[in-house]
């Protein structure tokens, strides 16, 4: 099954994620298709897929959320000039690096060389670009002791980002997050060490069908994540936890070219839990589309610091002149009803009918009570 499963990891999972369309297409299922392959280059590693959604309808009108006011929902800016529960993140941001790997492997079922060792310095053969910005110091909901959210799809991610009064990461901000000043490949250095970040576990052979629709069971099985906060060295220089390793994440794009790496909103980074993935701070995958989500897929949160607003769309977005409400109507619910949620899982009642998967999706409550926490130190395979 995994062998099968992989040979279609690394390409192109072609949903239904077509740009405009002059219609609104009908609302997604609460499972869909299959796992299909294209000629995208490899990047990938264990990165299975299931998607649902589509491109929305062409730009009708609708108010942008007030992420300022918003923003107050997140605890007032403190002395880093960020919200509470974010860092400030500031510095050149190098475009292009060069890494010496000293060691390394081949993992035959993925197809993919991971470097155990690289050399202990990088060199920045690219442009630096100044940034400054917020990052969620944690996995969302950004709570330490809480299990990494999984299973929201691009949009989702977008608009629990934007009840918060934030956005989502792009992928620089990610990896500058991660590499911390030095442009290090790891948080915590340049030796690969999948104790420190949750890694290198084996392969457990999803059941498709039934990730396909969001089975409680099934996505409890599969977990073989720990929860935020659990790993006092998965911290980078900037102090924002858990970035590779453990869960994938979903960040923003940046490329806006006519190649493959522009063709999603959609990027992944950091690299799941199991053994020969990339669990390192710089590699993306470029070729899953906005409709895709998994059991190892979690988000993070961004925002503008020293109480600017934040505007909640991507940049690519921002560039095609997006209304967010086209963005809620991917989601399939709004900003106002996801705080209206958030607010119910604060009193802990939070709580959907069985099979309600959207409610459940919206409630973080789709792993089911089978999930056991990994061992960090268990012996690996």
Same mark, same amino acid.
């Given at each position: 099954?995994?062998?099968?499963?992989?040979?279609?990891?690394?390409?192109?999972?072609?949903?239904?994620?077509?740009?405009?369309?002059?219609?609104?297409?009908?609302?997604?299922?609460?499972?869909?298709?299959?796992?299909?392959?294209?000629?995208?280059?490899?990047?990938?590693?264990?990165?299975?897929?299931?998607?649902?959604?589509?491109?929305?309808?062409?730009?009708?009108?609708?108010?942008?959320?007030?992420?300022?006011?918003?923003?107050?929902?997140?605890?007032?800016?403190?002395?880093?000039?960020?919200?509470?529960?974010?860092?400030?993140?500031?510095?050149?941001?190098?475009?292009?690096?060069?890494?010496?790997?000293?060691?390394?492997?081949?993992?035959?079922?993925?197809?993919?060389?991971?470097?155990?060792?690289?050399?202990?310095?990088?060199?920045?053969?690219?442009?630096?670009?100044?940034?400054?910005?917020?990052?969620?110091?944690?996995?969302?909901?950004?709570?330490?002791?809480?299990?990494?959210?999984?299973?929201?799809?691009?949009?989702?991610?977008?608009?629990?980002?934007?009840?918060?009064?934030?956005?989502?990461?792009?992928?620089?901000?990610?990896?500058?997050?991660?590499?911390?000043?030095?442009?290090?490949?790891?948080?915590?250095?340049?030796?690969?060490?999948?104790?420190?970040?949750?890694?290198?576990?084996? #392969?457990?052979?999803?059941?498709?069908?039934?990730?396909?629709?969001?089975?409680?069971?099934?996505?409890?099985?599969?977990?073989?994540?720990?929860?935020?906060?659990?790993?006092?060295?998965?911290?980078?220089?900037?102090?924002?936890?858990?970035?590779?390793?453990?869960?994938?994440?979903?960040?923003?794009?940046?490329?806006?070219?006519?190649? #493959?790496?522009?063709?999603?909103?959609?990027?992944?980074?950091?690299?799941? #839990?199991?053994?020969?993935?990339?669990?390192?701070?710089?590699?993306?995958?470029?070729?899953?589309?906005?409709?895709?989500?998994?059991?190892?897929?979690?988000?993070?949160?961004?925002?503008?610091?020293?109480?600017?607003?934040?505007?909640?769309?991507?940049?690519?977005?921002?560039?095609?002149?997006?209304?967010?409400?086209?963005?809620?109507?991917?989601?399939?619910?709004?900003?106002?009803?996801?705080?209206?949620?958030?607010?119910?899982?604060?009193?802990?009642?939070?709580?959907?009918?069985?099979?309600?998967?959207?409610?459940?999706?919206?409630?973080?409550?789709?792993?089911?009570?089978?999930?056991?926490?990994?061992?960090?130190?268990?012996?690996?395979?």
């Amino acid at each position: 099954m995994r062998r099968v499963l992989l040979l279609g990891l690394a390409g192109l999972v072609a949903c239904s994620a077509a740009a405009q369309v002059a219609q609104p297409p009908p609302a997604p299922k609460a499972a869909a298709s299959a796992v299909t392959a294209s000629s995208a280059p490899a990047d990938a590693g264990i990165d299975a897929v299931e998607a649902t959604d589509g491109a929305s309808e062409d730009g009708a009108d609708g108010a942008i959320p007030d992420a300022a006011t918003a923003s107050a929902d997140a605890g007032a800016a403190g002395p880093s000039s960020c919200p509470e529960g974010m860092k400030l993140v500031e510095g050149d941001y190098c475009t292009e690096v060069e890494q010496k790997c000293l060691r390394s492997w081949f993992d035959k079922s993925n197809r993919k060389t991971v470097c155990e060792e690289f050399e202990p310095h990088t060199t920045c053969i690219g442009e630096r670009v100044k940034k400054r910005f917020c990052i969620d110091t944690y996995s969302w909901p950004n709570v330490k002791g809480e299990r990494p959210e999984v299973m929201n799809y691009f949009y989702q991610a977008e608009v629990k980002c934007a009840a918060v009064g934030k956005r989502m990461c792009t992928e620089s901000e990610w990896t500058m997050a991660c590499e911390g000043p030095e442009m290090k490949p790891y948080p915590y250095g340049y030796a690969r060490d999948p104790t420190k970040c949750n890694g290198d576990r084996p #392969w457990d052979g999803p059941h498709m069908h039934l990730v396909a629709k969001r089975d409680a069971h099934e996505l409890g099985r599969l977990w073989q994540g720990v929860r935020s906060g659990s790993q006092p060295d998965c911290i980078s220089d900037y102090g924002v936890a858990d970035l590779p390793g453990n869960t994938d994440e979903v960040v923003a794009s940046e490329h806006f070219g006519s190649d #493959w790496k522009s063709k999603y909103d959609s990027v992944h980074t950091g690299g799941p #839990w199991y053994k020969g993935v990339r669990n390192q701070c710089r590699p993306k995958i470029y070729t899953h589309d906005e409709g895709f989500y998994y059991y190892f897929l979690s988000f993070r949160c961004c925002a503008e610091p020293d109480s600017k607003p934040t505007d909640p769309r991507t940049p690519k977005q921002i560039k095609a002149n997006w209304p967010f409400s086209r963005v809620e109507h991917l989601a399939r619910f709004s900003v106002e009803q996801m705080r209206e949620k958030l607010e119910l899982k604060r009193q802990g009642k939070c709580t959907c009918r069985e099979h309600d998967v959207l409610c459940k999706t919206m409630c973080g409550t789709l792993l089911g009570p089978n999930a056991v926490d990994a061992d960090l130190h268990a012996p690996r395979p």
